[in-house]
């Protein structure tokens, strides 16, 4: 089925359905699906997953959902503070340990945090995360535990605490209103 889809993807994008252009194409798409297989039988860390059978696809869905909801709030939050006129910018630099079930879901909370406007994961280090944020109010769905219990939902049903030892490292001084 990879096969098809990738080969189908590279006749769409090539345009040519002549006999060089078709070889080049399988020719790709089978170095392409052999580069695929070695990189999905290593293991890069310790607790990675061999397949995505611990995620739950349903709250997968509605974690899709959360997250573009996220991303326009964050968007109009960042509009907001681009179009005041002081521009009110409070920049943030934190650091949290988490305690997640995997590399992957990990992985997962450190896009999320970088996908919503105003805040942009810096380094994940094991479970330690430094994330930059625009202002206090852009890292508040970490400092809340909301965002990371999210992420957690996607692979258990438990609910618990996921963010510890939160500590803001670097914050610059509000601008005075002249």
Do not use: C
């Given at each position: 089925m990879s096969?098809?889809?990738?080969?189908?993807f590279w006749v769409i994008m090539s345009g040519f359905f002549d006999f060089i252009h078709l070889g080049l194409g399988v020719l790709t798409v089978a170095g392409v699906m052999y580069v695929n297989y070695q990189l999905k039988t290593h293991r890069f860390f310790d607790?990675?997953?061999d397949d995505l059978s611990e995620v739950r696809f349903g709250r997968a869905v509605y974690y899709v959902f959360w997250m573009i909801i996220q991303i326009v709030i964050a968007g109009f939050h960042v509009v907001g503070i681009i179009i005041r006129r002081k521009m009110p910018i409070h920049t943030t630099m934190i650091t949290f340990r988490t305690n997640l079930p995997s590399a992957h879901a990990r992985m997962?909370?450190?896009n999320s945090i970088s996908l919503t406007p105003g805040t942009l994961?810096?380094?994940?280090e094991g479970d330690m995360f430094i994330v930059h944020a625009i202002d206090d109010k852009s890292f508040e769905g970490i400092s809340s535990d909301k965002m990371p219990r999210e992420v957690l939902k996607l692979f258990q049903k438990e609910e618990r605490q996921v963010i510890e030892d939160l500590q803001i490292i670097t914050q610059t001084k509000k601008a005075k209103n002249s």
């Amino acid at each position: 089925m990879s096969f098809l889809s990738l080969m189908t993807f590279w006749v769409i994008m090539s345009g040519f359905f002549d006999f060089i252009h078709l070889g080049l194409g399988v020719l790709t798409v089978a170095g392409v699906m052999y580069v695929n297989y070695q990189l999905k039988t290593h293991r890069f860390f310790d607790d990675d997953m061999d397949d995505l059978s611990e995620v739950r696809f349903g709250r997968a869905v509605y974690y899709v959902f959360w997250m573009i909801i996220q991303i326009v709030i964050a968007g109009f939050h960042v509009v907001g503070i681009i179009i005041r006129r002081k521009m009110p910018i409070h920049t943030t630099m934190i650091t949290f340990r988490t305690n997640l079930p995997s590399a992957h879901a990990r992985m997962i909370l450190g896009n999320s945090i970088s996908l919503t406007p105003g805040t942009l994961t810096i380094e994940i280090e094991g479970d330690m995360f430094i994330v930059h944020a625009i202002d206090d109010k852009s890292f508040e769905g970490i400092s809340s535990d909301k965002m990371p219990r999210e992420v957690l939902k996607l692979f258990q049903k438990e609910e618990r605490q996921v963010i510890e030892d939160l500590q803001i490292i670097t914050q610059t001084k509000k601008a005075k209103n002249s």
